[in-house]
């Protein structure tokens, strides 16, 4: 069977830096809470650009890294919850900044884990011999659909993108996933409801305050460190491996005590779990890829490295992919 590698990442995010002390000036919260109970010290928040920047932004750096053509690539998938349009997608909107005009372009919503449906989704084309490369992002602007009067949770989310290309190899790459939803838990965490109003019932409630994040801090945190454990496990038996033959985990950056106890249970050092909440915050759907290009960038990845990268989030989902670099 065909196998799909990553070739190149990339990533791209607003400028503008927001710490935990700006935040304490706009609601009642403190450096000291913020750090101690999510390891996030700042984050990147949009002046007023739309998700749409940041993912065109990442594929046009991906086509470079990759040296690819726009024409050469088959397949476009991004996943986000806070696009800019209900349509165009914003796969569509990258196909006309950059002119890929060979390319089958799509969305998908699969909340925090959005990126890893989507490259899970990616591959199954490759393999099945219908495409030969994709370019697949995850995207966000959270800071458009948080409540900045909701201290428990404003304080938690970020701003930007991140996305790899991919294409099919003989060896290696995406060895093994696990990807999984609960769906009858998903009142624990929504966001962007529009309530059904029209000019023939009720026109004045259009605004609905279920349009801003909503979240059970705890249900969510027992949710990751369960189904995160689980999956993680799951793909280690399947593929027949122990957690040190893993070179890097790449954990959805959501909160650093998380991150802990999944270490912690699956007795692995902190360290090599990699982490950027302290920076970015949590970025959902683009915070795994985000994470993967850091450590590239860095040049810490080598060929031949296995690399886990797991992810949750609302719906309720999971979602772990293991990766011969
Ligand atoms: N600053 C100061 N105090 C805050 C606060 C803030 N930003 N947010 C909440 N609080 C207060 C609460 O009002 C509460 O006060 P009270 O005891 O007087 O009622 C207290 O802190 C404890 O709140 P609680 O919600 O129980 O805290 P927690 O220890 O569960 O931490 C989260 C809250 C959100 C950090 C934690 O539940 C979490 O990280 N959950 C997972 C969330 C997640 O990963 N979401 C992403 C999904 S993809």
Redesign the pocket.
Known sequence: MKKVKVIATAAAYPEQVVTNDD?AKI????DE??SQ??GIKERRISSGENTSVFVIETARKLLERAEVSAEEIDLIIVASVTPDYGTPSLACMVQKALGTKNAVCFDIVA??SGFMFALSTADKFIKAGKYRNAIVIGGETLSKIVDWSD??????FGDGAGGAYIEETDEGGLLRENIGTEGECYEI?TEGYTRCANAFNDIESYQDPRWYVF?N??E??KF?TKKVIQSIRQVLDEEGLQAEDIRYFIP?Q??A??VEVIAKKLNVPFDRFEMNMERFG?T?SASIPIALNELNEKGLLERGDKIMLSG???DMTWATVLIEW
């Open positions: 935040l609601v009642d919260t403190s809470w913020i109970r999510t909340a925090c201290r428990s949770t404003c304080v938690l965490l979240m801090g705890r969510v945190f990751a959805h959501a909160n005590r998380i949590n959902s949750f989030g609302g």
